[in-house]
Nanobody, 124 residues
Framework: HVQLVESGGGSVQTGGSLRLSCVAS????????MAWFRQTPGKEREGVAA???????TYVESVKGRFTISRDSAKSTVYLEMSSLKPEDTAMYYC???????????????????WGQGTQVTVS
């Protein structure tokens, strides 16, 4: 079993920056895909960014050039650096992890087995 704990959320003004962190513990594997999702009330959980064990990244179009996902395997931590934040970025942000599979859709929530509890980001 894998436990994920997010931190770093908060309230920020439009144009500001935040860095989210997600620490993994338990039976973690360095080859796992790690990802960040976000969700607002009444909407589907949306994949924001994903990173594989080799550092290859994938982003949803709306955050390209503004968000950066990275991982520190030695610390079992994945980060999401967010800049030029917009009100539409307001959401609960979730960390997710999963072993890689063939033809994996890395920004699809059904691809991920392990989830954190979320951290709220509010942009006003």
């Amino acid at each position: 079993h894998v436990q994920l704990v997010e931190s770093g959320g908060g309230s920020v003004q439009t144009g500001g920056s935040l860095r989210l962190s997600c620490v993994a513990s338990g039976h973690t594997k360095d080859n796992y895909y790690m990802a960040w999702f976000r969700q607002t009330p009444g909407k589907e959980r949306e994949g924001v960014a994903a990173i594989d064990s080799d550092g290859r990244t994938t982003y949803v179009e709306s955050v390209k050039g503004r968000f950066t996902i990275s991982r520190d395997s030695a610390k079992s931590t994945v980060y999401l650096e967010m800049s030029s934040l917009k009100p539409e970025d307001t959401a609960m942000y979730y960390c997710a992890a999963a072993p890689p599979t063939a033809a994996m859709q890395v920004l699809a929530k059904d691809s991920y087995k392990y989830w954190g509890q979320g951290t709220q980001v509010t942009v006003s």
